[in-house]
């Protein structure tokens, strides 16, 4: 079994920054892409940034320049630093993880892995 767990939300003022993590535990052989997501009340969950496991990102209009997605592939750990934060940045973060690990007949194959979520609230 693979869990993903989140870190880092909370409250911030406009133009601060904050720094979310998430670690994958469990049976993994190895990660695929990671990615963060998130999702704002009555709105669809989006995609923030994308980061390979070669170390190549991809982010949305929306937050490039201001966030940066990072990975470390030896602790199986995504992170995102946000930067000049944003109110219409105000949503819950959702990490995922595309995993190579053994699956419920034994076999491996990958799995697609999300997190708990973590809530980022700014004010303006």
């Known amino acids: 079994q693979v869990q993903l767990v989140e870190f880092g939300g909370g409250l911030v003022q406009a133009g601060g920054s904050l720094r979310l993590s998430c670690a994958a535990s469990?049976?993994?052989?190895?990660?695929?892409?990671m990615g963060w997501y998130r999702q704002a009340p009555g709105k669809q969950r989006e995609l923030v940034a994308t980061?390979?496991?070669?170390?190549?990102?991809a982010a949305a209009d929306s937050v490039k320049g201001r966030f940066t997605i990072s990975r470390d592939n030896a602790k199986n750990t995504v992170s995102l630093q946000m930067n000049s934060l944003k109110f219409e940045d105000t949503a819950v973060y959702y990490c995922?993880?595309?995993?190579?690990?053994?699956?419920?007949?034994?076999?491996?194959?990958?799995?697609?892995?999300w997190g708990q979520g973590t809530q980022v609230t700014v004010s303006s």
């Open positions: 995922r993880a595309d995993v190579v690990a053994r699956g419920p007949g034994g076999s491996r194959g990958s799995f697609r892995y």
């Open positions: 469990g049976s993994i052989f190895s990660i695929n892409d």
């Open positions: 980061i390979d496991s070669g170390g190549n990102t």
